[in-house]
T-cell receptor, first 117, second 110 residues
Framework: GAVVSQHPSRVICKSGTSVKIECRSL??????MFWYRQFPKQSLMLMAT?????????EQGVEKDKFLINHASLTLSTLTVTSAHPEDSSFYIC?????????????FGPGTRLTVL | QKEVEQNSGPLSVPEGAIASLNCTYS??????FFWYRQYSGKSPELIMF????GDKEDGRFTAQLNKASQYVSLLIRDSQPSDSATYLC??????????FGAGTRLFVKA
């Protein structure tokens, strides 16, 4: 159990375009999903926390109008990088929590590698 | 500010040895502690978690928790080259948030 998928696994886009990344919990209902960004050889950086049916909570310094998060159901959250620029190139990882009624344990998706040209 | 500290490494051990990874945390109220493994270019995967003081064993992995010292460790017995990765210590803070350490890079030499 506790499988989380992400799609796409890799995306290359032109500067100024928008990219949508999907995160799905395949075998449990995720009451909470998290979005992280990780630059090469650096640690995970939490971008935002989303709970199903409510607005995401963004970390300090993360632009909510640039990184749109939608958590429409207990199994799906999406992150849209709007007007992407080369500095947005990174490894974006989602995680899902809520298995067995606890949000302490996070199960990570495989990540999406975004390259903005 | 709540913090989770790890030695960044790299920690280098020979194949077959015991690798010891350490983590300290600042919030005395923390109740649960997690270890994740992250291979280069991949996302983290859960190894194990521990709630109670003492040791918890799962295969070649042993988590050790000392709440009085605010210290949690992960021991890997019979280390294999495939264990070479970055190990992340994670401490939920309550309110849906988890603080991750920066990770310790482990290198197991064949």
């Amino acid at each position: 159990g506790a499988v989380v998928s992400q799609h796409p696994s890799r995306v290359i886009c032109k500067s100024g375009t928008s990219v949508k990344i999907e995160c799905r919990s395949l075998d449990f209902q995720a009451t909470t999903m998290f979005w992280y960004r990780q630059f090469p050889k650096q640690s995970l950086m939490l971008m935002a926390t989303s709970n199903e049916g409510s607005k995401a909570t963004y970390e300090q310094g993360v632009e909510k109008d640039k990184f749109l998060i939608n958590h429409a159901s207990l199994t799906l959250s999406t992150l849209t990088v709007t007007s992407a620029h080369p500095e947005d190139s990174s490894f974006y990882i989602c995680s899902a929590a809520g298995l067995a009624g606890t949000t302490d344990t996070q199960y990570f998706g495989p990540g999406t590698r975004l390259t903005v040209l | 500010q709540k913090e989770v500290e790890q030695n960044s490494g790299p920690l280098s051990v020979p194949e077959g040895a015991i690798a010891s990874l350490n983590c300290t945390y600042s919030d005395r109220g923390s109740q649960s502690f997690f270890w994740y493994r992250q291979y280069s270019g991949k996302s983290p995967e859960l190894i194990m978690f521990i709630y109670s003081n003492g040791d918890k064993e799962d295969g070649r992995f042993t988590a050790q928790l000392n709440k009085a010292s605010q210290y949690v460790s992960l021991l890997i017995r019979d280390s294999q080259p495939s264990d070479s990765a970055t190990y992340l210590c994670a401490v939920p803070t309550g309110g849906f948030k988890t603080i991750f350490g920066a990770g310790t890079r482990l290198f197991v030499k064949a």
